[in-house]
């Protein structure tokens, strides 16, 4: 059984992609990548994907999206606006070539599981009656709401038979997109919409559903100034314990020590100090750096408001 993962990267995103492409590599090695962008790739990131291909880390692609997305910006939505929707307007030609598909967060650091990510959906998916594996988000009192969650595997042909025409339809007619994505308030009601019309499932299965991170969100940092264990638990699906293996064994991996010399993300930084994880002394002047810059901009924006 083929799988691909797919992820929709845009504005200062960039960065997560060797992280996500490699660690995908390390846990699913007979998968296969695809990430979309809204742009062309910075040029670090394009020296370390390529260095990435010269040690033998091939199975990937970066696809820029040719078609204009001024014509969805209209459409207001929150958490990181109408651009996220545009994930599940990709249409069924570029995954024909696979049995299954994961569309997920481009800030997802896959690590190791017991039970691999196409064995735990393809037995929910039977479970859930449906061609797709996802779950029906609660609201904070416990009720079942109209969003599903931003991981969706899917079963390529079944789920396109669906899918496709509606996606499509969505895609050139402006009239019916207008009255389509009227109201939503996110790209996760959206997706709720799109199965709901496609496969008219059941809300209270799919809300009983499980929805597993399959390795850590490092997005959990971002504004996040008080981040402790009990968020990093919340954020992963693995126990502590395993986490903390995991990571010092990818931190200890020469590949990926050269991506964090290539790309600094002061997102895992933070974990790896939460976790008392020892990192190198360049990666501390790194974060030390992006710190002493952020408050430089801050004291200047301050200043700059104080002036007028």
């Known amino acids: 059984m083929s799988l691909v993962f797919s992820s929709f990267v845009f504005g200062g995103y960039q960065k997560y992609i060797p992280y996500y492409i490699y660690s995908i590599w390390k846990t699913h090695p007979n998968s296969y990548i695809k990430v979309f962008t809204d742009k062309a790739l910075e040029v670090n990131i394009y ?23 001024e014509e969805y910006e209209k459409y207001k939505m929150r958490g990181g606006g109408v651009k996220t929707l545009v994930r599940y307007l990709v249409g069924k030609e570029y995954f024909d070539a696979f049995d299954y598909a ?5 800030d997802i650091l896959f690590l190791p599981e017991q039970m691999s990510i196409l ?22 009192d416990g009720g079942i709401t109209e969003r599903l969650t931003g991981l969706h595997f899917f079963k390529t042909k079944e789920y396109f038979d669906k899918i496709n025409p509606i996606i499509s339809r969505i895609k050139t007619d402006q009239s019916y997109r207008d009255h389509y994505l009227k109201g939503l308030e ?7 919409k799109i199965n709901k019309e496609a496969f008219d499932f059941d809300p209270e299965l799919l809300s009983r559903a499980q ?60 974990i790896l100090k939460e976790l008392s994880i020892p990192y190198t002394f360049s990666w501390k002047y790194k974060g030390y750096k992006y710190r002493s810059g952020v408050k430089l901009r801050s004291t200047k924006r301050k200043l700059k408001k104080y002036l007028k």
């Open 47 to 69: 020296k370390t994907l390529k260095f990435l291909k010269e040690n033998n880390i091939k199975n990937f692609e970066i696809i820029e999206m040719k078609t204009s997305l």
């Open 211 to 270: 929805r597993p991170w399959h390795g850590l969100h490092l997005g959990i940092t971002r504004g996040n100034k008080d981040l402790d264990i009990q968020t990093i638990q919340e954020n992963s699906s693995l126990s502590i314990e395993e986490i903390i293996n995991h990571l010092r064994e990818y931190i200890q991996d020469p590949i990926f020590m050269e991506i964090q010399k290539k790309v600094f993300v002061v997102e895992l930084e933070v």
């Open 186 to 192: 996110r790209d996760e009601n959206f997706l709720y």
């Open 102 to 106: 994961y569309i997920g967060d481009i």
């Open 119 to 140: 064995d735990f959906h393809t037995r929910q998916l039977v479970e859930l009656h449906q061609p797709f594996s996802n779950k029906v988000r609660l609201d904070k």
